[in-house]
């Protein structure tokens, strides 16, 4: 028997014996349950929003291997994948896939090598603009493993679905390297992920998800790559160490609005609330913050009213779902550059924004709950303006918008996680 054909009768086993448990099963049922372990918004391909940045959404894959690393946030005795070719115009066809515990750079632990298979199959069609789940993987993961999924294109893909700044390494690799756990034939880099959307755990101790939905901040943009410092895994870590069984998944977009697409920065938060959290396996509670890329972009103008209410809709559809919402106050940018051109001036109408819909966000009781982002943030010395100590970068000086490591550990120290 061939190396792959034992692989997919190993898998084919474990899918078998596996329960088949609905992907939102009630808590308190004492049987096991899927459960958000890891996910990514995704996005429509494009040459990315970074000022000089580039990825291989546009181009696509053909007879390629990709291998993409994640961090799962909860336990299970079980996973499942998800690919989504949302964006698609055609259907995407995966000549197969793997996952196993991720080793150095591109390597993998190779006693922990998996294949993946899909209604039994090893290859799968995703028809565009849908999502597929994977069959359940017999690979037991505990809070904070570190896994390699790599996905293999046998023919050419069209532009990916992908989510463009996601502050880790995805590697790509001529031909079929799914089972070697070699990082020798991955040669080419890339910052964003492709087609993958989200990671799944099958466990009996979970009590859900909590979503971290909202903007670069949340994303990550600007925190150390590969080192998992985002303010969502940052709380994870805070909850694992708690011994409070919550997984975190980041549905943040770089540039991201709550009342107007963008090409570049993803649907408006209202058009993506449906699929970046209500649709997440588990979810119990979200924590919203959005709205510094409406206050700031030039066009179009919006007030603080359009943006309150945009809130207000997020809060009421995650009630109708009997998710809990947090409200995530908007953090200073004083002294950006693209909001600061000549240095000194301000523009007191933006600032004068943000503090309207922090103080809706601080005083309405409309959230249930208020993470104080911005008063974690901010200097007591010019309250518009970030901690300097959380722009610094290795000693250079930060964009004054988005938090460095220990700027993003503070974000996630300022929710109390009894209200998750």
Do not use: C
Not at 96 to 106: H, P, R
Not at 284 to 296: C, L, S
């Amino acid at each position: 028997m061939s190396f792959a054909k034992s692989f997919f009768v190993l898998a084919t086993t474990a899918a078998i014996m596996l329960p088949a448990v609905p992907s939102q099963a009630l808590a308190g049922t004492g049987g096991p349950r899927w459960t958000g372990g890891w996910s990514t918004a995704v996005q429509r391909p494009s040459p990315g929003g970074l000022p000089g940045s580039s990825n291989w959404s546009e181009a696509g894959f053909e007879r390629q291997s990709v291998r993409q690393v994640v961090r799962v946030t909860g336990a299970g005795a079980a996973i499942r994948i998800k690919i989504s070719n949302l964006y698609g115009t055609a259907p995407l066809t995966v000549s197969g896939a793997t996952v196993a515990k991720a080793a150095t750079g591109a390597a993998v632990r190779a006693a922990t090598l998996r294949p993946v298979t899909f209604a039994l199959r090893l290859d799968a069609v995703v028809q565009a603009g849908q999502e597929l789940v994977s069959d359940p993987i017999a690979l037991p993961v505990a809070a904070l493993d570190r896994l390699a999924v790599t996905l293999y294109f046998p023919g050419a893909t069209g532009p990916a679905t992908f989510h463009d700044i996601s502050s880790a390494t995805s590697f790509r690799a001529s031909g079929d390297h799914r089972f070697d756990p070699r990082a020798t034939a991955f040669t080419e880099k890339s910052q964003s992920w492709y087609f993958l959307s989200g990671v799944d755990v099958l466990g009996r101790t979970s009590r859900g998800a909590v979503v971290t939905f909202g903007d670069s901040v949340t994303d990550g943009t600007g925190s150390t790559l590969d080192a998992d410092n985002r303010y969502p895994d940052q709380l994870a870590e805070r909850l694992v160490a708690a011994g409070k069984p919550l997984t975190v998944l980041n549905s943040g977009i770089s540039g991201n609005r709550v009342l107007n697409d963008h090409p570049l920065f993803g649907e408006r938060a209202l058009a993506r609330f449906q699929q970046d959290v209500l649709d997440k396996p588990g979810v119990r509670t979200v924590i919203v913050m959005e709205g510094i890329n409406d206050i700031t972009y030039p066009d179009p103008v919006v007030t603080a009213g359009q943006i309150i209410a945009g809130h207000r809709e997020l809060i009421r559809l995650a009630h109708t779902r009997g998710i809990r919402a947090v409200g995530g106050t908007i953090m200073p940018f004083k002294g950006n550059p693209w909001l600061y051109p000549d240095g000194t001036a301000e523009p007191f109408a933006l600032e004068q924004i943000r503090d309207q819909v922090n103080t809706w966000i601080r005083t309405s009781g409309e959230y249930d709950a208020v993470a104080d982002f911005e008063r974690a943030l901010l200097s007591p010395a010019d309250p518009d303006r970030l901690r300097p100590e959380f722009n610094d970068r290795d000693g250079q000086e930060g964009d004054w918008l988005h938090p460095n490591d220990a700027g993003l550990n503070a974000m996630a120290e300022a929710i109390d996680l009894n209200t998750l």
